[in-house]
């Protein structure tokens, strides 16, 4: 570390004691590389160290967090992806170097963008009309995620002026924005929950859309479909000798599902003090004892209950049971405009989708079912590719509820097999691509 001739000891023993230290273990487990990161507490270190983890799609098999008076403790087990432990020499040095800054940079490459944060009642095509006005006014969208919950949307897209390259930072073509965005979300009955919002912030993506669906409240919605047997069971209760609330969570194992859990508690202005976390298959067992930033735990049962419905929201956001559609072509001015409207055309809604531009290449991801958020047919889904490109458009997950249904006699003629190939190899070399950490993820 390199101190600036104006700082004295004691500052640089204060920048010593709140900056993180990292230690990467490679020997001490057979199936996992273990991360620990130990430094004073801060509100918001635990979410920092996770974040980094998930946003390099490790998968955080087990984890343990410990705090004593001002100072805390984690170790993290992960792997990437296949299982596997990390080897690559840059990976290890890039979480050493990010989780050892005092104040990580949250931008992620989208400096230079402006970014839209959109809210409303989900329908089908909603998508479609939205990037059709963004493609209307001259704006590319460059990157975007969007998800939808309980019959409600929100998504961040970031976007830049076709003609110039630039951001979109003229008032009045902001104003038109809105405006355009803010009918289309409305519909014909959504006169007060649709919202529009143009910003030049940069924050994280993903803990962004969180907080916007806990703005628009939506765990206190109706589902829109029935209960699933895999839904998540949240206990609440507290440990009132030593003025902990503890927090149990059961539910599907998951990439990003402790930093789905983590930021929710983070924003709802709690701080975990302990943890545990397990995995056993395909089932996550997470524990957490916490209090409030002011020292005490939950007081009441509205208060009780409010962290059930959150917690379980903020797991189910991300957890879609649409087909998972990959789009992997040239980039062009319309394309998503297209490809959009050819689902809307053919019934199929948009569940949640990753949008990224690298390079002039597209990279988009969608999850798509029915009108009636049931499994789409797979003959519709394959006239839908056809339409589109084969060789652009492809199958790359199914629901498990597809390969039962794929063991009937009726269904087997139907040729989506081939598409059940899971390239998780390619978002990690995407990932690593946007961090700088490899020159091609091609």
């Known amino acids: ?25 490679n020997a001490a487990c057979s199936t996992a590389t ?45 792997t990437d992806l296949n299982g596997n432990k990390l080897t690559d020499e840059s990976v290890i040095s890039y979480i050493e170097q990010s989780i050892e800054t005092t104040y990580p940079d949250r931008s992620h490459g989208f400096n230079g963008l402006t970014a839209l944060e959109l809210t409303g009642t989900d329908r089908v095509g909603l998508l479609s009309e939205v990037f059709a006005v963004l493609a209307d006014l001259q704006c590319n969208v460059v990157d975007a995620k969007v998800w939808t919950h309980n019959g409600r949307i929100a998504s961040v897209i970031y976007v830049k002026d076709c003609n110039s390259g630039s951001p979109v930072e003229d008032s009045q073509q902001i104003d038109r924005i809105e405006a355009r965005l803010r009918n289309v979300l409305r519909g014909d009955n959504d006169i007060r929950s649709a919202n529009t919002s143009v910003s030049m912030a940069v924050t994280h993506t993903e803990r962004r859309l969180h907080q916007i669906m806990f703005a628009d409240r939506d765990y206190e919605r109706k ?45 709802m202005l709690y701080v975990v003090f302990h943890a545990a976390i397990n995995t056993a298959g395909d089932k996550a067992f997470l524990e957490f004892y916490i209090r409030h930033t002011d ?34 072509t040239s980039d062009r001015q319309g394309l998503l405009t297209d ?20 390079m002039g290449v597209a990279t988009n991801v969608f999850y798509v079912t029915d009108v009636t958020g049931s ?16 060789g652009n458009l492809k199958v790359k ?9 794929a063991e009937r006699p009726d269904e087997q003629e139907i040729g989506v097999g081939e598409a059940v190939l899971i390239s998780l190899g390619s978002l990690v070399r995407k990932n690593l691509y946007n961090l700088g950490l490899i020159k091609s993820y091609s």
């Open 339 to 358: 490809v959009t409207r050819t689902f809307r055309e053919n019934s199929l809604n948009v569940t949640r989708a990753e949008i990224s531009t690298v």
């Open 295 to 328: 020292g005490t735990p939950i007081s009441s049962e509205p208060e009780r209950h409010r962290v059930i419905q959150c917690l379980q929201a903020a797991i189910e956001r991300r957890a879609s049971e649409g087909i998972r559609l990959e789009l992997c």
């Open 397 to 405: 997950e199914l629901p498990f509820r597809y390969h039962q249904m």
């Open 223 to 267: 589902p829109v479909l029935q209960c699933r047997a895999d839904s998540p069971v949240v206990n609440v209760q507290n440990w009132t000798e030593r003025g902990y609330s503890v927090v149990n969570v059961q539910c599907k194992d998951r990439t990003k599902l402790l930093f789905d859990v983590v930021c929710t508690l983070t924003d």
């Open 34 to 78: 273990i991360v620990k990161v130990d430094s004073a507490r801060r509100h918001e270190t635990l979410l920092d160290a996770v974040q980094i983890l998930t946003d390099l799609n490790l998968s955080i098999k087990k984890a343990y967090i410990s705090s004593d008076g001002q100072w805390f403790m984690d170790v993290f087990h992960v």
């Open 1 to 25: 570390m390199e101190w600036q001739a104006c700082l004295d000891e004691y500052q640089k023993l204060i920048i010593r004691m709140s900056t993180p230290r990292v230690v990467i273990d």
């Open 375 to 390: 499994l789409a047919d797979p003959v519709i889904i394959e006239s839908v590719r056809h339409k589109i490109g084969l």
